[in-house]
C-alpha cells in the first residue's frame, strides 16, 4: 500500500472515534461512515463527536464524513469496520458497491451473530475479500486513554506482512506503539474471548469476591483462552503476548471497560435489559458469551470452558449470578 492509501472508519462509537484521532495524526484526509445525521452535523459543526470522546477535537478538513456508506466504502482503499457486531450484519446489508479490491480491517470486538463466523470469514465469503486482504485490530487500547493520549499498544494481524505493517504505520503516533502478528483468526478469537471474561471480572467484583479471586478467575481465563482458541485455530502462538493476555488484562481490570462494567451491574442484582439500558454502551461480551458457547457446543470433542459456561447460564439461562459463581470457584486453580 502506497501513502496515497485512502482510509475510512466505519461506526461512531468509542473506538471508532479513536480510530480516527489515531489515524489523523499520519493522513491529510479520512473517510467516516455513521449512522447518524445528527452525528454528522455535530462533528461538522462542534469539531467533536457528541456522544462519544467528546473531548477529542478534530480538524474537520480531514475528515469526509458521510452517511451513506457507499459513498465511504467506494472512496477508501483501507476500510476499518468498527461497528458492533450486533449491529454490523444490518449495516452490511446496505453495501451495494464492489469492496472485492479492498483492504478489510476488523475492530470489531465479537462475531457476527446471525453466522457464527467470525468477521474476517463473513467478509470472505460474502465479499469475495481474499484473506491476504483481511486484517484484525487487538489492543491492549481503550479508547479513552487514545482520547487522554496516554502510552497504548495495538497489534495488527494479517496474513500479508505488508499490508500489516503499512496499517500498523497509519495508525502509530508518540502516543501509540504497534506491532504485527500474523495471527488473525487466533487475534480475532482473543478479541470476541476477552470481553466474556472482563463480564466475568465485573460480575465477581459485583458479588464481593476481592482481587485475590480476580488474578486466580484472570489466570484461568488466559488458559481457557488458550484452550478455545487452539481448539479452533490450531497454530504456534504466544498466549502471553499483548494482543491476548494483554488485551485480557485491561479488559478485566480497567475502570474503563464496559464490559466489566456491565458484569458489575448483573453481580450487583441487575438484570441484563436493565443494566444494558443505564449503560447506554454496547458490551460486545454480552453476544460474544452465546457466541463461544455455541461455537464450543458445536463441536464433536468439546472444550472445557466453566467461565464462559458459568457466564452464559447467569445472561442467558437467568441462574442466579451468587451460586453459579460459587459453584464457579470449585472447577478454578
Same mark, same amino acid.
Given at each position: 500500500m502506497s501513502n496515497t492509501t485512502k482510509y475510512a472508519v466505519f461506526g461512531a462509537g468509542s473506538w471508532a472515534t479513536a480510530i480516527v484521532k489515531m489515524l489523523c495524526e499520519?493522513?491529510?484526509?479520512?473517510?467516516?461512515? !455513521?449512522?447518524?445525521?445528527?452525528?454528522?452535523?455535530?462533528? *461538522?459543526?462542534e469539531k467533536h463527536n457528541p456522544s462519544y470522546l467528546s473531548s477529542v477535537e478534530f480538524h474537520t478538513e480531514q475528515l469526509k464524513l458521510s452517511n451513506d456508506i457507499n459513498e465511504i466504502a467506494d472512496w477508501a482503499d483501507v476500510l476499518i469496520f468498527v461497528i458492533p457486531s450486533a449491529f454490523i450484519h444490518g449495516e452490511l446489508e446496505k453495501l451495494s458497491t464492489d469492496?472485492?479490491?479492498?483492504?478489510?480491517?476488523?475492530?470489531v470486538k465479537g462475531?457476527?451473530?446471525?453466522?457464527?463466523?467470525?468477521?474476517?470469514?463473513? +467478509?470472505?465469503?460474502?465479499?469475495?475479500?481474499? +484473506?491476504?486482504?483481511?486484517?484484525v485490530i487487538a489492543g491492549p487500547c481503550h479508547a479513552e486513554e487514545?482520547? *487522554?493520549?496516554r502510552l497504548s499498544y495495538l497489534t495488527i494481524a494479517c496474513d500479508d506482512a505488508k499490508?500489516?505493517?503499512?496499517?500498523?504505520?497509519? *495508525?502509530?503516533?508518540?502516543?501509540?506503539?504497534?506491532?504485527?502478528?500474523d495471527d488473525v483468526i487466533g487475534i480475532e478469537y482473543a478479541?470476541?474471548?476477552?470481553?466474556?471474561?472482563?463480564?466475568?471480572?465485573?460480575?465477581?467484583?459485583? *458479588?464481593?469476591?476481592?482481587?485475590?479471586?480476580?488474578?486466580?478467575?484472570?489466570?484461568?481465563?488466559?488458559?481457557?483462552m488458550k484452550r478455545f482458541i487452539k481448539k479452533m485455530h490450531k497454530m504456534k502462538r504466544n498466549i502471553n503476548n499483548s494482543a491476548y493476555l494483554g488485551d485480557l488484562l485491561v479488559t478485566g481490570y480497567s475502570i474503563f471497560s464496559r464490559n466489566r462494567m456491565f458484569g458489575n451491574m448483573?453481580?450487583?442484582?441487575?438484570?441484563?435489559?436493565?443494566?444494558? !439500558?443505564?449503560?447506554? !454502551?454496547?458490551?460486545?461480551?454480552?453476544?460474544?458469551?452465546?457466541?463461544?458457547f455455541e461455537l464450543n457446543k458445536k463441536n464433536k470433542k468439546k472444550t472445557q470452558l466453566p467461565i464462559i459456561n458459568a457466564v452464559h447460564d447467569i445472561l442467558y439461562e437467568g441462574?442466579?449470578?451468587?451460586?453459579?459463581?460459587?459453584?464457579?470457584?470449585?472447577?478454578?486453580?
Open positions: 499520519n493522513q491529510d484526509e479520512i473517510g467516516w461512515y !455513521m449512522r447518524s445525521v445528527y452525528t454528522k452535523e455535530h462533528i *461538522l459543526k469492496i472485492s479490491t479492498k483492504t478489510i480491517v476488523s475492530a462475531i457476527m451473530p446471525e453466522t457464527g463466523k467470525l468477521v474476517g470469514e463473513h +467478509f470472505h465469503d460474502e465479499y469475495n475479500i481474499p +484473506f491476504e486482504n483481511i486484517a487514545v482520547a *487522554l493520549e499490508k500489516a505493517q503499512a496499517i500498523a504505520d497509519n *495508525l502509530s503516533s508518540d502516543y501509540i506503539k504497534t506491532k504485527t502478528s478479541v470476541m474471548l476477552k470481553n466474556i471474561y472482563a463480564i466475568a471480572a465485573g460480575i465477581a467484583h459485583g *458479588l464481593g469476591y476481592g482481587d485475590n479471586f480476580q488474578s486466580v478467575l484472570m489466570s484461568n481465563s488466559i488458559r481457557e448483573i453481580g450487583k442484582g441487575y438484570t441484563v435489559k436493565s443494566a444494558q !439500558m443505564e449503560m447506554n !454502551m454496547v458490551a460486545e461480551g454480552y453476544y460474544a458469551t452465546k457466541s463461544a441462574k442466579d449470578a451468587k451460586k453459579v459463581f460459587k459453584k464457579l470457584t470449585d472447577k478454578l486453580d
